[in-house]
């Protein structure tokens, strides 16, 4: 029971490196979406997507794009990797995103920008 | 101001003692509130759905005040196994499918 998977668990990048960061969900659940965590800040909304196509930005979507060709997979990438996007990753899913709806979550991708 | 605003704790409390973690928000429009757990380095976890009768689970009582805009938790008999970030979450409504975190309060409880 797989659930929500992210790739890879850690990473180091250089300035102005670009990568993307995997995430896979095998619940058919159409809602998913990127947070960031930074300390004191709480999660923070990148990118968001309510189906296979759609996809909108989140509070905080500057210097991140996101795609949605399927389903299950809903991919993060960074453009050209700054430092202040040192932080923890995590992508969710639910089965509707709407009021009421339990997110799951996978484990989280550290990324470290130098 | 931010839209959820949480205690910022740490909050430290022996076993056994009871302890209580407030939130607000600014939507007066909100949908949906949870409380949600998150160990250290790790994911969070869906704690419990707070209702607007207030509800329980075993240890674990949510409370919901809509006129005063918070929502808050109750641990009762706390456990070592309580120690978390626990993160106040709140379903705006409007039409879309933002969720709002809050920054969370650290618990720590000891032996």
Redesign the interface.
């Known amino acids: 029971n797989a659930g929500v998977t992210q790739t890879p668990k850690f990473q180091v990048l250089k300035t102005g490196q670009s990568m993307t960061l995997q995430c896979a969900q095998d619940m058919n659940h159409e809602?998913m979406?990127w947070?960031r965590q930074d300390p004191?800040?709480?999660?923070?909304?990148i990118h968001?997507s309510?189906g296979a196509g759609i996809t909108?930005q989140?509070e905080v979507p500057n210097g991140y794009n996101v795609s949605r060709s399927t389903t299950e997979d809903f991919p993060l990438r960074l453009l050209s990797a700054a430092p202040s996007q040192t932080s923890v990753y995590?992508c969710a899913s639910s089965s509707s995103?709407?009021?009421?709806?339990?997110?799951f979550?996978?484990?989280?991708t550290r990324l470290t920008v130098v | 101001r931010k839209e959820v605003e949480q205690d910022p704790g740490p909050f430290n409390v022996p076993e056994g003692a009871t302890v209580a973690f407030n939130c607000t928000y600014s939507n007066s429009a909100s949908q949906s509130f949870f409380w949600y757990r998150q160990d250290c380095r790790k994911e969070p976890k869906l704690l419990m759905s707070v209702y607007s009768s207030g509800n329980e689970d075993g240890r674990f009582t949510a409370q919901l005040n809509r006129a005063s805009q918070y929502i808050s938790l109750l641990i009762r008999d706390s456990k070592l196994s309580d120690s978390a970030t626990y993160l106040c979450v709140v379903i705006p409504y409007t039409g879309g499918f933002k969720t709002i975190f809050g920054a969370g309060t650290r618990l720590f409880v000891k032996a």
């Open positions: 809602y979406s947070y004191g800040m709480g999660l923070r909304l968001y309510v909108d989140g995590f995103g709407g009021p009421g709806t339990e997110a979550f996978g484990q989280g």
